[in-house]
């Protein structure tokens, strides 16, 4: 599966941005697709992820800002984030999997990547 993000760019505190991946190649039904960030100095930690048909999970530290959302018809998936804070700078990445697991927080169950999107907060 071969994954293209995009969507990044500098945003104030407060603002918004909305986050896109693409998945091609291998595509289908159990596809799962979930969103990841990496800080400077820092390891790549879950973000969202998007179980098919079912409900959304969500960092503690995104709930009630981020929603992650998918289009089947194109195989994308979105990450809509509002009330932007600077402690969110990094760079996004999305991932992919076929079936969900229960470590769906674990980037160690995700075989493919896209390429990364960064996205600064300012203050």
């Known amino acids: 599966v071969q994954l293209q993000a995009c969507g990044g760019g500098l945003v104030q505190a407060g603002g918004s941005l909305r986050l896109s991946c693409a998945a091609s190649g291998g595509s289908d039904n159990s596809l799962i697709l979930a969103w990841f960030r990496q800080a400077p100095g820092k390891e790549r930690e879950f973000v969202a992820g998007?179980?098919?048909?079912?409900?959304?999970y969500y960092a503690d530290s995104v709930k009630g800002r981020f929603t992650i959302s998918k289009d089947n018809a194109k195989n994308a998936v979105y990450l809509q984030m509002n009330s932007l804070k600077p402690e969110d700078t990094a760079v996004y990445y999305c991932?992919?999997?076929?079936?969900?697991?229960?470590?769906?927080?674990?980037?160690?169950?995700?075989?493919?990547w896209g390429q990364g999107t960064l996205v600064t907060v300012s203050s």
């Open positions: 991932a992919a999997r076929h079936y969900w697991s229960v470590q769906y927080y674990s980037r160690d169950q995700y075989p493919s």
């Open positions: 998007l179980r098919s048909r079912s409900k959304p």
